[in-house]
């Protein structure tokens, strides 16, 4: 079992910054792909950012590339997602993820962990 815990998330205007965390426990944190991903209101969940189990692999949607960084420490258990430019339509409840292996997956289906989610609210 693992356990995901995530903070960072809050009130940012446009063009502001966030950093997200995401706190593992309960197994071998460092051996297993993570990622994140995003629901807003009335739409499906999709992913934003993945990185492999060593932190050399990483894979972003193309909404976010080139504004969102993806990094990990595996000495902390901890994921990092760091948002920068951030747009009103990055409005989401994000969520942390670890998969079932060690690589970056963009599907959903591949992460059995979920954490709790933190919002996100960018206002215009």
């Known amino acids: 079992q693992v356990q995901l815990v995530e903070s960072g998330g809050g009130l940012v205007q446009a063009g502001g910054s966030l950093r997200l965390s995401c706190a593992a426990s309960?197994?071998?944190?460092?051996?297993?792909?993570m990622g994140w991903f995003r629901q807003a209101p009335g739409k499906e969940r999709e992913v934003v950012a993945t990185?492999?189990?060593?932190?050399?692999?990483?894979y972003y949607a193309n909404s976010v590339k080139g504004r969102f960084t993806i990094s990990r420490d595996n000495a902390k258990n901890t994921v990092y997602l760091q948002m920068n430019s951030l747009k009103p339509e990055d409005t989401a409840v994000y969520y942390c993820?670890?998969?079932?292996?060690?690589?970056?997956?963009?599907?959903?289906?591949?992460?059995?962990?979920w954490g709790q989610g933190t919002q996100v609210t960018v206002s215009s």
């Open positions: 993820t670890a998969g079932s292996g060690p690589f970056y997956y963009t599907s959903a289906s591949a992460y059995a962990y």
């Open positions: 309960g197994r071998t944190f460092s051996s297993v792909g």
């Open positions: 990185i492999n189990w060593k932190g050399s692999m990483t």
